[in-house]
């Protein structure tokens, strides 16, 4: 079973309007991250955060993407104006440090987001 | 030139095969590798996790890194049918949180 939930599993939104995909980690990690498959392609990063900042992000991560931890246990990806393109799966993932700091990434099932 | 290199496949196999899968990368600094298998519409689910060159063992499945030469291979061993997924190559440099996945190669195990 992933350590993440991804809620909702599917989401259907008109272009332009705002999306909030949700990750919910099964206990306390340090680094949260979000990444994007668009159909038949690679898993791209997008953002990765720690201690309630973000720690790297791409060059895909535009103005119109927001990250936040409203409450210390939710992680949310925000899309403030969707277009066509934003069409694809989003994942969660977690991360914990190890004593080497050299931990690997934990995915969520993902979030497959339809912009109509 | 991509950072992360791997062959998209398919690959066929017959079950029990033993299956090599490859990547190769441009960036001498990754520190570490990991396989992550994706079933259709699911997420990645971490399999092998390695650090150093050298193999690593885990039941049926072996990672190997050769940082020489910038490769990394997972090799499966007596391949199920449940095995047929696609695969994931990733990677991350020291003391930065991104990072780098290969395309995935789907693999299909034929009963």
């Known amino acids: 079973e992933p350590e993440v939930t991804q809620t909702p599993s599917h989401q259907v939104t008109q272009m332009g309007q705002e999306v909030i995909l949700r990750c919910v980690p099964i206990s306390n990690h340090l680094y949260f991250y979000w990444y994007r498959q668009i159909l038949g392609q690679k898993v791209e990063f997008l953002v990765s955060f720690y201690n309630n900042e973000i720690s790297e992000k791409s060059e895909i991560f535009d103005d119109q993407f927001s990250v936040e931890r409203p409450d210390g246990s939710n992680f949310t990806l925000k899309i403030r104006s969707t277009k066509l393109e934003d069409s694809a799966m989003y994942f969660c993932a977690i991360r914990d440090r190890g004593a080497q700091g050299n931990q690997p990434q934990h995915f969520g099932d993902g979030t497959r987001l339809s912009i109509l | 030139q991509k950072e992360v290199e791997q062959d998209p496949g398919p690959l066929s196999v017959p079950e029990g095969a033993i299956v090599s899968l490859n990547c190769t990368y441009s960036?001498?600094?990754?520190?570490?590798f990991m396989w992550y298998r994706q079933y259709s519409r699911k997420g990645p689910e971490l399999l092998m996790y390695t650090y150093s060159s050298g193999n690593k063992e885990d039941g049926r499945f072996t990672a190997q890194v050769d940082k020489s030469s910038k490769y990394i291979s997972l090799f499966i061993r007596d391949s199920q049918p449940s095995d047929s997924a696609t695969y994931l190559c990733?990677?991350?440099?020291?003391?930065?949180?991104?990072?780098?996945f290969g395309s995935g190669t789907k693999l299909n195990v034929k009963p």
């Open positions: 990733a990677m991350r440099l020291y003391n930065f949180n991104k990072f780098y």
């Open positions: 960036n001498s600094a990754f520190q570490y």
